[in-house]
């Protein structure tokens, strides 16, 4: 039986408390110097917003298509899929189908974006289909490539077509080592490890993540941080903390000097993930508490920026103040936050406790019921046998009486036969034998007809009783063994 470690949670109430109060105020003096919400989203926003009213008033779809496809790309950095799926919609309808046009291309590989961001995958590969087959007619060969990238993965894990997505990436490696294209050649191995993870090939999946890691320090920083943060989520899942780890947080750095703060908020909870995986409860929480308001405060701010977008545009200035008060109301939070922190970590401690001591007792549990049913499936069993004994001790008795009476039955027929014949067959049969030998010492024709005559006679007559014994032993024989056929055990 598992034994309850107070020595581990004994450390635990000393220690943790202080090493937990110590990191918050670390990343809440951090967090408190970020920049509220990226402006530039804003700015783009309110400028596709401009730009589509001015496009709607000219009857100019193309510039109104534009617009849209700024607007859906910026609801997507700011988390709002369906919101970015509409707007994807409408782009693509304006948008046309002209598959040497840039704009259209564009829309498609938008929406199949937005599509897969909303988990709609059967249209979201039908979409990134025709945009890699646009960007292709274009010249867009590294845009095309990604798209393929996408394609193949979604093959092996929607359709389990694991062959088809090979061969795709087999054809993506090629064109990128020929045009020495590091960018697709790092997304081209993250994808082979995913697909070796979801074989069950681990050790192919680590080095090809390792590998991974090495070329991303070669890209832009932007997307680098991109890879790096797909490199660690997919590490995690094969349970490679380390590596993990390490990509999540470099990712996250990159993140940061790039202010952006969906993906810092995003990495900080990976990264927390990621803690917990090394068994590092103290950082995982810090980083979890981080993102957790990073995650509260981007959510208030974002209402208050898709608030404007529904009425008349506002000022930037009018915007700034609202989040210098937002900021400041933040500020007047996190000071009275220290207290409930310790609150919390209290709490949690002590349900851990109680945790440990309910799975003890549910593990005993458990055992007794199992040990329970068993007892319960094996005398279930022997009742069950011992019922089937008494049939069958049962249905033999009753057999050996039906089967005896059966036989007395036969032997009177075949009594009844014996007495038949001696009468009725052999009557017939000795007259024939009698007339025939007469038949032969008569010289008399006369005579020889009239023993002709009697003899027909007599055969007929014996004809007519075996016609008789035959039709009485044929039902008595049917009979007979229809009733040994449904006597018979089973």
């Not at 109301?329 to 970590?345: P, S």
């Not at 406790?353 to 049913?373: E, F, P, S």
């Amino acid at each position: 039986m598992n034994t309850f470690n107070y020595k581990f949670f004994a450390w635990f109430l000393v220690l943790y408390p202080l090493s937990v109060l110590l990191l918050a105020h670390g990343q809440r003096f951090q967090h408190n110097r970020a920049t509220p919400l990226e402006h530039k989203i804003y700015e783009r926003l309110q400028q596709a917003e401009k730009m589509r009213q001015k496009a709607d008033a000219a009857k100019d779809t193309r510039k109104a298509a534009r617009a849209l496809l700024i607007q859906a790309t910026a609801m997507a950095e700011v988390e709002e899929p369906e919101n970015a799926l509409n707007l994807a919609l409408r782009a693509r309808q304006l948008a046309g189908n002209k598959p040497t046009d840039t704009l259209a291309a564009d829309a498609t590989e938008t929406l199949g974006l937005m599509q897969l961001a909303v988990a709609d995958t059967s249209a979201a590969m039908i979409s990134l289909k025709y945009a890699s087959m646009y960007q292709n007619r274009l010249g867009q060969f590294a845009r095309a490539k990604r798209n393929d990238i996408r394609l193949a993965l979604l093959k092996a894990s929607f359709l389990h077509d694991r062959t088809a997505a090979d061969s795709m990436l087999k054809g993506v490696s090629h064109w990128a080592e020929s045009n020495t294209n590091t960018s697709t050649l790092a997304w081209v191995a993250l994808a082979r490890g995913q697909l070796a993870t979801q074989a069950g090939r681990s050790a192919e999946a680590v080095s090809l993540f390792r590998h991974v890691f090495a070329m991303a320090q070669n890209l832009g920083q932007e997307e680098k941080a991109l890879c790096l943060a797909e490199l660690g989520k997919v590490a995690l899942q094969e349970k490679q903390g380390a590596l993990a780890a390490e990509a999540t947080l470099q990712a996250y750095k990159l993140a940061k000097q790039l202010h952006h703060f969906y993906l810092q908020k995003n990495l900080l909870y990976k990264l927390a993930e990621c803690d917990f995986a090394l068994q590092d409860p103290a950082r995982a929480y810090t980083n979890l508490r981080a993102g957790h308001l990073l995650d509260k405060q981007l959510s208030q701010e974002k209402t208050k920026m898709l608030g404007t977008l529904t009425g008349l545009l506002v000022n930037n200035a009018a915007f700034m103040r609202e989040n210098e008060l937002l900021r400041q109301e933040k500020e007047l939070q996190t000071q009275t936050a220290d207290f409930n922190n310790v609150i919390l970590i209290l709490g949690l401690m002590l349900g851990l406790v109680l945790a440990g001591m309910l799975a003890n007792t549910w593990q005993a549990n458990k055992r007794k019921r199992k040990l329970l049913m068993l007892l319960q499936t094996q005398n279930d069993e022997n009742l069950v046998q011992k019922e089937k004994i008494q049939d069958l001790n049962l249905h033999l008795e009753q057999q050996v009486v039906e089967r005896t009476r059966t036989l007395q039955e036969r032997t009177v027929q075949l009594l009844e036969y014996a007495n038949y014949n001696s009468h009725m067959v052999r009557g017939p049969l000795a007259r024939i034998l009698g007339l025939t030998y007469l038949l032969q010492h008569t010289e008399d024709k006369k005579e020889a007809g009239l023993f002709i005559q009697k003899i027909s006679q007599s055969a007929q007559e014996m004809d007519q009783a075996l016609k008789v014994v035959n039709r009485k032993l044929d039902v008595k024989s049917s009979e007979y063994v229809k009733s040994l056929t449904e006597k018979a055990p089973r």
